[in-house]
């Protein structure tokens, strides 16, 4: 019995789909895309000042990182406060003395530096790293850091 050409076709369209699909998913962990743990986000931050951006303008506000997850933010209005991060269900939270409420964030670590979306209300900000210093954070006053 011989198969028609009809048919002949749709089994090599269906081999070459299913052979796609191999591809797809053995590539898949390449462009899989996970959120920073808390030991990579601390490594990654532990003694810089960040520059934070919305699409690669430096705007938004700048952070710097301490030891024992400690931060001072700024919304560049040369105004610091001092806050804390930790990890919390898989996202980077923080508090800060100007407002207890935890902001948590999920960072991902990305060729041009972090990626930050915000998870208190997913697909509303995402941050972009627009500087990375060694540079302390320099606040004026009156909340100077420590």
Excluded at 89 to 106: L, N, Q
């Amino acid at each position: 019995m011989t198969r028609s050409p009809l048919a002949r076709s749709a089994e090599t369209w269906q081999s070459n789909q299913m052979k796609y699909l191999i591809l797809l998913f053995l590539a898949a962990p390449a462009f899989a895309e996970n959120a920073m743990t808390a030991a990579e986000f601390d490594t990654y931050t532990k003694g810089k000042t960040l520059t934070f951006g919305v699409a690669g303008d430096a705007c938004y506000g700048i952070e710097q990182y301490q030891d024992n997850q400690r931060v001072i933010w700024s919304f560049l209005d040369g105004e610091c406060s001092n806050g804390v991060w930790y990890e919390s269900k898989g996202s980077i939270c923080f508090r800060y003395d100007f407002d207890p409420a935890p902001k948590c964030w999920e960072f991902y670590d990305e060729p041009n530096g972090l990626r930050a979306v915000f998870m208190n209300r997913p697909n509303t900000s995402v941050l972009y790293e627009a500087q990375n210093s060694a540079e302390p954070l320099i606040c004026p006053g009156p909340n100077l850091g420590s």
